[in-house]
Nanobody, 126 residues
Framework: QVSLVESGGGSVQPGGSLRLSCEAS????????LGWFRQAPGRKRELVAT????????YFADFVKGRFTISRDNAKNTGYLQMNSLKPEDTAVYYC???????????????????WGPGTQVTVSS
């Protein structure tokens, strides 16, 4: 079992930045791939970015490429999502999730993520 908790959400103006953190409860988090998802009101949850256990590979959704970066610090059992140049359409609840279905390699498939955090709200508005 892996427990995940997100933090760092909040309100920001367009063009601003936020850094989300995802802290895991177990040391074995280091062998799990980490994903960030988001869900806006009235919309389906969607993948934002994902990173392998070793940080050797990453995947970004097209709508965040060049603006968001994903990273992790396995020594701290923590993952991060750095969000720059935020737009109003980035407003959503952001979730981190973990999977080991591919042996620690990242996954773009939401159903492969077995553990989820409760989410943190990000609001981008002027």
């Amino acid at each position: 079992q892996v427990s995940l908790v997100e933090s760092g959400g909040g309100s920001v103006q367009p063009g601003g930045s936020l850094r989300l953190s995802c802290e895991a409860s177990r040391r074995t988090f280091t062998s799990w791939a980490l994903g960030w998802f988001r869900q806006a009101p009235g919309r389906k949850r969607e993948l934002v970015a994902t990173i392998s256990w070793s940080s050797n590979s990453r995947y970004f959704a097209d709508f965040v490429k060049g603006r968001f970066t994903i990273s992790r610090d396995n020594a701290k059992n923590t993952g991060y999502l750095q969000m720059n140049s935020l737009k109003p359409e980035d407003t959503a609840v952001y979730y981190c999730a973990a999977t080991q279905r591919r042996g620690g390699s990242f996954s773009e498939i939401e159903n492969e993520y077995d553990y989820w955090g409760p989410g943190t709200q990000v609001t981008v508005s002027s």
